[in-house]
């Protein structure tokens, strides 16, 4: 069954330094999400990518972030100057562009930022 | 008011109980419902994914929706300890923004 991969699976950064966590979607799906989850906490929204731009965004989707689709198969997030709230469980999903598809999540990039 | 609140357990059920897992709501505007399976160090796995009120069954699983009180439940038949993990439930609008809004999980323990 086709399934959304991440890359790293973990990640550690010193405080201020750039991350890029990278995702290759299922190879149809046409939208692309991040979500984060802080230890704990619920999953969190941070943006949807449509057609090659941000289709919503989060409040949590500051200018410290940015989203990219390289090439025909990744998927990227970019955190500019990481912060120490920024530690989280970061995944992947997409789905088919018809709304009433379901979203496929990947098994997430753990970023410690140190 | 939380958008989606559930309560986050820990529940343990012996082998072969029936699980009943719950989450409420308090948009309706929302039209799409999903559960999601989440083991440990892993992602969310989608179980089940309604439209609208109604049920809807999958093997041991079965999804109800009831919009006018807006409560979701998940129902787990003759329950596995590798049903052990945690559920989350999750909902959306309809149409382009499609974000998903999520409740916090409930943790289970099926216990051999």
């Known amino acids: 069954e086709p399934e959304v991969t991440q890359t790293p699976s973990h990640q550690v950064t010193q405080m201020g330094q750039e991350v890029i966590l990278r995702c290759v979607p299922i190879?149809?799906?046409?939208?692309f999400y991040w979500y984060r989850q802080i230890l704990g906490q619920k999953v969190e929204f941070l943006v949807s990518?449509?057609?090659?731009?941000?289709?919503?965004k989060s409040e949590i989707f500051d200018d410290q972030f940015s989203v990219e689709r390289p090439d025909g198969s990744n998927f990227t997030l970019k955190i500019r100057s990481t912060k120490l709230e920024d530690s989280a469980m970061y995944f992947c999903?997409?789905?088919?562009?018809?709304?009433?598809?379901?979203?496929?999540f990947g098994d997430g990039t753990r970023l410690s930022i140190l | 008011q939380k958008e989606v609140e559930q309560d986050p357990g820990p529940l343990s059920v012996p082998e072969g109980a029936i699980v009943s897992l719950n989450c409420t709501y308090s948009?309706?505007?929302?039209?799409?419902f999903m559960w999601y399976r989440q083991y440990s160090r892993k992602g969310p796995e989608l179980l089940m994914y309604?439209?609208s009120s109604g049920n809807k069954e999958d093997g041991r699983f079965t999804a109800q929706v009831d919009k006018s009180s807006k409560y979701i439940s998940l129902f787990i038949r003759d329950s596995q300890p590798s049903d052990s993990a945690t559920y989350l439930c999750?909902?959306?609008?309809?149409?382009?923004?499609?974000?998903?809004?999520w409740g916090l999980g409930t943790s289970l323990a099926v216990n051999p």
């Open positions: 309604t439209y």
């Open positions: 999750a909902t959306r609008n309809a149409g382009n923004n499609r974000k998903l809004i």
């Open positions: 990518f449509y057609n090659n731009e941000i289709s919503e």
């Open positions: 190879s149809n799906h046409l939208y």
């Open positions: 999903a997409s789905s088919d562009w018809t709304d009433n598809q379901p979203q496929h």
């Open positions: 948009n309706s505007a929302f039209q799409y």
